[in-house]
């Protein structure tokens, strides 16, 4: 079945310096790469997403790649502030349909993203 | 507009207990999945509702798990007995139905059920 592996499991990196998490998916019929943000006790939260026909998006300072020849896709957080401190999930949906939006996602295991003063 | 909201927000029961987890997703949305989430671990697939219909239910550990979303609109996941592993939060999520490129695909999580079994 589809797998999700994520990159580092624990990141620390000084405030104003950039993070970057990486993930890898097994299924090449995945079509649409969503990242989570999940603050402590907190629900999880779409921060951006990628669908498969892109290979790069930019939010502010947040960016997502993706090479689907490798299977890899990648979080970039520029200029971190402490606020950005988080636990993250990548994810994959699987193959199917494009347009349906009943295949299921599956979850990187997390990155624990912390924020030195 | 409401989110997803989920019900109780915590529980501890005993092992053998029996324990059920509500889910009411937003309004209009078709999808409703369960995942769980142990502790320091990734957020793992349960199962996946479309209207009143399993999509998908490969990721229900065992039979002791039920899940049902009776008329298509909230769902129950029960869990009966509880065994101590059964411990870690229980988070549903909904999104719309697919209907093109840019629908269907936004999953919308709820606050999480934390089950504690003693």
């Known amino acids: 079945g589809e797998n999700v592996e994520q990159h580092p499991s624990t990141l620390s990196v000084q405030e104003g310096d950039s993070a970057v998490i990486k993930c890898t998916y097994s299924?090449?019929?995945?079509?649409?790469f969503p990242w989570y943000k999940q603050e402590l006790g907190k629900r999880p939260q779409l921060i951006i997403d990628?669908?498969?026909?892109?290979g790069e998006k930019k939010d502010q300072r947040i960016a997502v790649t993706l090479n689907k020849t490798a299977k890899h896709f990648s979080l970039h957080i520029t200029e971190t502030q402490p606020e950005d401190s988080a636990v993250y999930f990548c994810?994959?949906?699987?193959?199917?349909?494009?347009?349906?939006?009943?295949?299921?996602?599956?979850f990187g295991s997390g990155t624990r993203l912390s924020i030195r003063p | 507009e409401a989110g997803v909201t989920q019900f109780p927000s915590h529980s501890v029961i005993e092992k053998g207990q029996t324990v059920t987890l509500r889910c009411d997703p937003i309004?209009?949305?078709?999808?409703l999945y369960w995942y769980r989430r142990v502790m320091g671990k990734e957020i793992k697939f349960l199962l996946h509702f479309v209207k009143e219909s399993k999509q998908d239910e490969s990721g229900m550990p065992n039979n002791r798990f039920l899940a049902e979303r009776t008329g298509g609109t909230y769902s129950t996941l029960k869990v009966q007995p509880a065994e101590l592993e059964d411990s870690g939060v229980y988070f549903c999520?909904?999104?719309?139905?697919?209907?093109?490129?840019?629908?269907?695909?936004?999953?919308?999580f709820g606050e999480g059920s934390w089950l504690t079994v003693v």
């Open positions: 999520a909904s999104s719309q139905a697919g209907t093109g490129i840019y629908s269907g695909n936004t999953i919308y």
């Open positions: 994810a994959a949906r699987g193959g199917g349909s494009f347009y349906s939006s009943a295949s299921k996602i599956i």
């Open positions: 299924d090449s019929a995945s079509n649409y």
């Open positions: 309004s209009g949305h078709d999808n």
């Open positions: 990628i669908r498969s026909n892109v």
